[in-house]
Each structure stands twice: as structure tokens, then as C-alpha cells.
């Protein structure tokens, strides 16, 4: 079965630092990962996907991540954090037999200015 | 992307009513889609595949007779949570396969039943 973990229910970083949100997976087969953020009240907004090519997956807002399949991490990295980055962060994984997407249980990232 | 819309976006409803959702797809014809239900502080978890004609898929601990769905056209999926109990207050997310590898969510909609 997929599967993704988040090991870490809250990260904190201030503004200006790296940040790295943590996400390794389980799966059969080629992976499809992606991460997706939320803010409070609103519905999942899109960040970037990983299906196959470069290792280095660059999306919205700065972010990107980096796909590892020795240690089958997809871990979301920004160079630079903002106050305005701190939200609800979700890695997924899709299958790509039935198209359902499986969730983490989530990251809150807090970045203290 | 395709744009998906949710409406309500909150609602509130008496123990013992039913509620329904609706998911629509703005711009794209979609055959299938899926329901999620996220509780305060938790992640989503899929509750059903929502397919165009058919009937639902329900995953595995969910109630097919008491969160009933409805695929009824390619752009409109109706979640219905019949006789609501407080604990079925919950943030519902629609979302759609918008070809290989794309899916879009709908912005949820908020239940809280008293």
C-alpha cells in the first residue's frame, strides 16, 4: 500500500532561514509525490510534484524539494523562509492505479519573524 | 487548472438532519472525483471515489448509506450526511482528476452540527 510520514507535527524557523519540511515514502512502484499547502479555513493549494526526471523538483512560492529514492524521502525545502510561508503543509503520494491520493498527516510550520 | 468550487462553504445543522454538498467543476469535465473529510488539526483522509454514472466507492470504514454520493453529470458531485450526529462535524474536500497526475481541490466546505 502507499504511504507517506511526516515525522515532525510542527516546525518552527525564523524568518530568513532555510526551512525543511520532512516527508519520506512508501510505495509500489514508480513513486508520484507531491506536496500541498493549506492555510486555516482553506482549501489545499497545489506546491510542485515529482514523477519522474530531475531530482530537484523546483514549484509555487520559492519551494522545492528534493526526491531521494535511496532514502525514499521527498523532503520541501525555500532557501529563505517568510512569515507569510507559515501554514499547513501536506506530503502525498499518488496511486497511480486508481488516481487516489494519500495525505501525511501534515507539518505546521511556524516562521517566527 | 481546473477550477473547482464547493458550495456550501459552511454550514451548520441541527442532530438528526441530513446536509448536502455539492462539488462542482468550473471548467472541466470530470468523471471522476473524490471526498475527503478532514478533521480540527488532522490530516485528509479519502472517504470515497466519486465516479460519473456509477455508483460510489466508499473506503473502508466509511458509511456508504449515511454519506450518500451522487455523480450525477461531469461537472457535479453531491455529498449528502444524512441524519447528522455531532461528530460528523468535519471540513469536507472535494477534488477531481484533472488527467494523469492532476488533481484539484475544491476550497472545503465546514459542517458543524449542534
Known amino acids: 500500500a502507499q504511504s507517506v510520514a511526516q515525522p515532525e507535527d510542527q516546525v518552527n524557523v525564523a524568518e530568513g532561514n532555510p526551512l525543511t519540511v520532512k516527508c519520506t515514502y512508501s510505495?509500489?512502484?514508480?513513486?508520484?509525490l507531491f506536496w500541498y499547502v493549506q492555510y486555516p479555513n482553506r482549501g489545499l493549494q497545489f506546491l510542485l510534484k515529482?514523477?519522474?526526471?530531475?531530482?530537484l523538483v523546483k514549484g509555487s512560492y520559492g519551494f522545492e524539494a528534493e526526491f531521494n529514492k535511496s532514502q525514499t524521502s521527498f523532503h520541501l525545502k525555500k532557501p529563505s523562509a517568510l512569515v507569510s510561508d507559515s501554514a499547513l503543509y501536506f506530503c502525498?503520494?499518488?496511486?497511480?492505479?486508481?488516481?487516489?491520493?494519500?495525505f501525511g498527516k501534515g507539518t505546521r510550520l511556524h516562521i517566527l519573524p | 487548472g481546473a477550477v473547482v468550487s464547493q458550495h456550501p462553504s459552511w454550514v451548520i445543522c441541527k442532530s438528526g438532519t441530513s446536509v448536502k454538498i455539492e462539488c462542482r467543476s468550473l471548467?472541466?469535465?470530470?468523471?471522476?472525483m473524490f471526498w475527503y473529510r478532514q478533521f480540527p488539526k488532522q490530516s485528509l483522509m479519502l472517504m470515497a471515489t466519486s465516479n460519473e454514472g456509477s455508483k460510489a466507492t466508499y473506503e473502508q470504514g466509511v458509511e456508504k448509506d449515511k454519506f450518500l454520493i451522487n455523480h450525477a453529470s461531469l461537472t457535479l458531485s453531491t455529498l449528502t450526511v444524512t441524519s447528522a450526529h455531532p461528530e460528523d462535524s468535519s471540513f469536507y474536500i472535494c477534488s477531481l482528476a484533472g488527467g494523469p497526475l492532476e488533481q484539484y481541490f475544491g476550497p472545503g466546505t465546514r459542517l458543524t452540527v449542534t
Open positions: 502525498a503520494v499518488r496511486d497511480p492505479r486508481d488516481d487516489k491520493i494519500i
Open positions: 515529482y514523477i519522474t526526471g530531475d531530482n
Open positions: 471548467d472541466f469535465q470530470a468523471t471522476t
Open positions: 510505495v509500489s512502484g514508480n513513486p508520484y
